[in-house]
T-cell receptor
């Protein structure tokens, strides 16, 4: 158990809809990272927050947004969903703001299916 | 961001040592080298990391070349539970932690 909790585990929704994925980091970790994993793309970095502030952005679509709250949990909002957004979405947390010597601890993901 | 090169796949036999290579020739002097693995239907799991010296933990050993352009993850006695996709990930000044496609390890009984 990594200590990172993601909810829900599975989500099925229709095109055009909006969903929110939630992540609770490991106790004591200040950074939260979001990744998307689809079959043909591997793990794609989306965005990172550190102590409530955005620190880095990857290949995150404009239809997607995220935030980290004062209690350090994070939410990833996906809107105007398309079939291609179907994927596994992982949250990870770490102690520091930058990777370096601070390993990431991943949750077990939310599997999103857009029909 | 430093780029990595790993074989697409490797096979090993149970209870034998396995050496998983990674080339990271563009790594910067302050980038740590992290290894993660991902079992089917699970999130990636941290395995080990190091900067310059070889490192050991209960899961594996990490051998880092003197020029730091490559590293090798060593599983001393492979088990069926070690079958996974292994990622070599340089982690440094950029917060954009980039995972490549990784390397699939198959362990034969």
């Amino acid at each position: 158990d990594s200590g990172v909790t993601q909810t829900p585990k599975h989500l099925i929704t229709a095109t055009g809809q909006r969903v929110t994925l939630r992540c609770s980091p490991r106790s004591g970790d200040l950074s939260v990272y979001w990744y998307q994993q689809s079959l043909d793309q591997g793990l794609q970095f989306l965005i990172q927050y550190y102590n409530g502030e955005e620190r880095a952005k990857g290949n995150i679509l404009e239809r997607f947004s995220a935030q980290q709250f004062p209690d350090l949990h994070s939410e990833l909002n996906l809107s105007s969903l398309e079939l291609g957004d179907s994927a596994l979405y992982f949250c990870a947390s770490s102690v520091g703001a930058r990777g370096r010597g601070s390993p990431l601890h991943f949750g077990n993901g939310t599997r999103l299916t857009v029909t | 961001d430093a780029k990595t090169t790993q074989p697409n796949s490797m096979e090993s036999n149970e209870e034998e040592p396995v050496h998983l290579p990674c080339n990271h020739s563009t790594i910067s002097g302050t980038d740590y080298i992290h290894w993660y693995r991902q079992l089917p239907s699970q999130g990636p799991e941290y395995v080990i990391h190091g900067l310059t010296s070889n490192v050991n933990n209960r899961m594996a050993s990490l051998a880092i070349a003197e020029d730091r352009k490559s590293s090798t993850l060593i599983l001393h006695r492979a088990t069926l539970r070690d079958a996974a996709v292994y990622y070599c990930v340089p982690q440094g000044g950029s917060e954009k932690l980039v995972f490549g496609k990784g390397m699939k390890l198959t362990v034969n009984p």
